[in-house]
């Protein structure tokens, strides 16, 4: 019996694909195909692949050419295949023509023609016109805005505005975008809006877009107050947009590979999370982050990102939460926060003014997890047992700064008109939202 392999991401499956089943089907008796998974397809730069990997699969089963279905989802892993299913020929398509010669080793290779005229790519761009973007806030934070939405596609920047018009000015001169003068007319020209102002300018800026049903993305924090958060993502929903809150941990890969690693049990019950990140700021203290009267200071500048991990793996429900902060000239300069679960602790540090080891270290019932600093946007992390033989490491993918990762989200909810992600759920956002209240309003709070 001949045994045929072939690989795809087949998304929106189209006819170039039935014709590539169907050839290499004829070549053989038995024909396996290899479906990349959502993560390798995200690994391997393919950021705005429509269909799951359930979908995918489903559609490839459904041509009836297929004999068997499997999963790719890492580099190398051809070569596993060919010798684990016995492959007699790997074909591809015409436009991989040399890139799998290597494979000669192990079976014969054969590149089969391509269809013309037809590709994923081409069906994606047609089914939908780019999302326009534009942008509000033209401060550090969004000088990689651009770039990073360049990398994601289906994508266009309509433009900027800031307060300052010499920083939009500066900002499109450096990006090559469109700076406004007025911030009405930006918005009339975007379906969606990236908020990156000063924390107390997202409220209403929010608001506005949302009411002129623009989807907004906004940076962390989003607002302050859990009222706000609540009131806020009704807005949205009643006027049918999708908000959602930028925070690019939530859609770093390695880290979502480790939320759900651990609550599928790899170090048993969890027991304590210790999250920490700091960043010493300049020594002036007439910037931004150090004003109290823009809220400036640690909690707000950098709390929703160990606020991730804790409300991830404990929920929403905590017993207690008290707080501890260093403050110079009104604003925290470091703060810790405890909280305590039903059963289990957590804490989390944050310090402009403090160095800390910015590590995320999650303790449960059967082993730990360990992810060094830089925890937020890591590439890597450990699980660790008493056993030190089971040990075991995991390394991801985490390209320029990351927030092509979230940008892509953003734009996959408008596509598919999907309210929320379950990468930072509403309801998480909102809980982000409530500490940083109590923490405005001093509860349980000690002054270091
Ligand atoms: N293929 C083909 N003819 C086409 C498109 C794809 O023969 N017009 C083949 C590819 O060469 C490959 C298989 O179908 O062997 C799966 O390719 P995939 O990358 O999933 O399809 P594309 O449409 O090329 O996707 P994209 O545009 O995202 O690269």
Redesign the pocket.
């Known amino acids: 019996m001949k045994r045929v392999i072939?690989y795809?991401?087949?998304?929106l499956l189209h006819h170039?694909?039935i014709?590539?089943l169907r050839r290499a089907k004829e070549l053989g008796d038995y024909l396996i195909v290899g479906v990349t998974s959502d993560s390798y397809d995200r690994e391997r730069g393919?950021l705005n692949v429509r269909n799951n990997v359930l979908e995918r699969v489903e559609a490839v089963k459904a041509t009836g050419f297929a004999d068997e279905v499997i999963i790719e989802d890492y580099i190398g892993q051809k070569i596993d295949d060919i010798q684990k299913y016995n492959i007699d020929i790997f074909a591809?398509?015409s436009?991989?023509e040399g890139k799998f010669d290597y494979l000669n080793e192990y079976c014969q290779v054969l590149y089969l023609p391509?269809?013309e005229g037809?590709?994923?790519?081409q069906l994606r761009a047609e089914s939908m016109s780019a999302t326009t973007i534009g942008i509000i806030g033209c401060g550090r934070v969004a000088s990689r805005f651009p770039s990073e939405a360049a990398i994601v596609g289906e994508v266009t920047i309509s433009g900027c505005f800031d307060i300052n018009i010499d920083k939009a000015l500066r900002f499109a001169s450096d990006s090559g975008v469109k700076a406004f003068d007025n911030l009405e007319s930006l918005i009339d020209s975007s379906d969606a809006i990236y908020i990156a102002t000063p924390h107390l300018a997202h409220y209403p800026l929010i608001k506005q877009c949302v009411a002129a049903r623009k989807h907004v993305l906004c940076e962390t924090p989003m607002v302050l107050k859990k009222e706000q958060a609540e009131e806020l993502f009704a807005l949205a929903e009643e006027n049918g947009v999708v908000l959602m809150e930028a925070n690019k941990t939530a859609h770093c890969p390695a880290f979502n590979h480790l939320m759900v690693m651990i609550k599928s049990g790899m170090i048993g019950q969890v027991v304590d999370v210790e999250a920490s990140l700091s960043k010493l700021w300049d020594d002036d203290l007439s910037l931004r982050e150090f004003d109290a009267s823009q809220a400036g200071g640690s909690m707000y500048e950098l709390g929703s990102y160990p606020l991730l991990p804790i409300v991830k793996l404990m929920g929403l429900r905590y017993e207690n939460l008290n707080l501890y902060s260093r403050i110079t000239n009104g604003v925290d300069m470091y703060t810790k926060g405890v909280f305590h679960y039903p059963y289990a602790t957590c804490s989390f540090k944050v310090g402009l003014g403090v160095k800390t080891e910015g590590n995320l270290v999650i303790s449960g019932t059967k082993g730990y997890a360990y992810v060094p600093a830089p925890w937020w946007k890591t590439d890597y992390f450990e699980f660790r047992y008493e056993d030190q033989n089971q040990n075991k490491k995991f390394f991801y993918k985490w390209d320029g700064s990351g927030l092509r990762y979230e940008i892509q989200e953003f734009v996959s909810c408008i596509i598919n008109k999907r309210f929320a992600t379950t990468r930072l759920s509403r309801r998480e956002s909102i809980f982000m939202a409530e500490i940083m209240e109590r923490f405005a309003e001093r509860k349980n709070f000690i002054t270091l």
């Open positions: 072939t795809g991401t087949y998304d170039g694909h014709n590539l393919k591809i398509g436009d991989w391509r269809t037809i590709s994923s790519t």
